[in-house]
């Protein structure tokens, strides 16, 4: 046994909404970098680096 998750055996477990929440992320993730809003957030929140302690 290799330990790869197969399709099936991933449909098959109890933890199939969290395999959805991490697909879902980094397909959000990707649409963020590539659209420019990565960046932007990063940005917003580098900006709030003065204001903390």
């Keep these: 046994m290799s330990g790869y998750l197969t399709a099936s055996r991933a ?3 109890e933890d ?3 395999l959805i929440v ?3 992320s980094l397909a959000l993730g990707n649409a963020m970098t590539e ?3 990565a960046y932007s957030e990063a940005s917003s929140l580098l900006d709030f680096g003065p204001l903390i302690p």
């Design 16 to 18: 199939l909404p969290v």
């Design 11 to 13: 449909r098959r477990s």
């Design 35 to 37: 659209t420019g809003a």
């Design 22 to 24: 991490i697909a879902l």
